[in-house]
T-cell receptor, first 112, second 116 residues
């Protein structure tokens, strides 16, 4: 069982829909990252959070430390949001970002 | 945000040749760079941590003589896949940071290596 689990694996939505991607982790982490990987492979960091909620434009990320769960929400989804979304946790014992554990990603396709 | 440039984006080579991949931090000094490997539909896997001016730290199972890492300056790290074989075909991506815990991550654009 992967220490960082994402669901769903694949998600198809219609333009305008509200989207939620979930991430659960079974190990102690000090921070959780949400990343966006485009079809060409490039990766962009969307959020880094250790508690509560962050918002950037149409994207919202939340984390519940007690439940070891984080969600990424996309409001008013658009075809350009189509990408693979990855969550990654920084291990508690780590002293650098090298101690990251990645989920397998959620492939999102937003249809016009 | 910070920019990390990775080159080349795609390389096709014959078995037995060596391939060098460059990762540059364009607007900040990266004391630490990280090299990852990603197989299709799999998670990113850390290969090694590259520290400026010192030897890289390799993850278990990664051959340091096969995957040579050099971090000669605060803005450049290189990964050389020596004597490449078809099983080395993969997506390689670097990220850069100041080496502190819980820093935001800045990734290169990745390199798709295909070994024939």
């Amino acid at each position: 069982k992967n220490e960082v689990e994402q669901s769903p694996q694949n998600l198809t939505a219609q333009e305008g829909e509200f989207i939620t991607i979930n991430c659960s982790y079974s190990v102690g982490i000090s921070a959780l990252h949400w990343l966006q990987q485009h079809p060409g492979g490039g990766i962009v960091s969307l959020f880094m959070l250790s508690s509560g909620k962050k918002k950037h434009g149409r994207l919202i990320a939340t984390i519940n430390i007690q439940e070891k769960h984080s969600s990424l929400h996309i409001t008013a989804s658009h075809p350009r949001d189509s990408a693979v979304y990855i969550c990654a946790g920084t291990m508690n014992y780590g002293g650098s970002q090298g101690n990251l554990i990645f989920g397998k990603g959620t492939k999102l396709s937003v249809k016009p | 945000g910070a920019v990390v440039s990775q080159h080349p984006s795609r390389v096709i080579c014959k078995s037995g040749t060596s391939v060098k991949i460059e990762c540059r931090s364009l607007d900040f000094q990266a004391t630490t760079m990280f090299w990852y490997r990603q197989f299709p539909k799999q998670s990113l896997m850390l290969m090694a941590t590259s520290n400026e001016g010192s030897k890289a730290t390799y993850e278990q199972g990664v051959e340091k003589d096969k995957f040579l890492i050099n971090h000669a300056s605060l803005t450049l790290s290189t990964l050389t896949v020596t004597s490449a074989h078809p099983e080395d075909s993969s997506f390689y991506i670097c990220s850069a940071g100041g080496g502190k815990a819980n820093e935001k991550l800045f990734f290169g654009s990745g390199t798709q290596l295909s070994v024939l």
